[in-house]
């Protein structure tokens, strides 16, 4: 996930995308440990929208990532 210069928060599965970046393990369990923790909102220093969630949970779900 990066937070763009412009301040706008992605889903970036390449990590190339420029910006303030924060990464976890591609595993769903992780995903949810981060969500629970807040750990992107901290990392990022902004909100992380539920929508943005759910796609980052659809991707791993989609790619097998399941725990």
Avoid: H, W
Avoid at 14 to 25: L, P
Avoid at 28 to 33: D, G, V, Y
Avoid at 53 to 65: F, H, I, R, S, V
Wanted: hydrophobic share 30%; with cysteine.
């Amino acid at each position: 996930m990066v937070r763009t210069p412009d301040g706008d928060v992605l889903l970036d599965l390449t990590g190339k995308q420029s910006g303030r970046g924060a990464y976890i393990c591609p595993d769903i369990n992780c995903l949810k440990k981060a969500r629970k923790a807040k750990r992107f909102e901290r990392a990022l220093s902004c909100s992380i929208s539920d929508e943005l969630y759910e796609k980052m949970e659809n991707t791993l779900l989609q790619a097998g990532n399941n725990g």
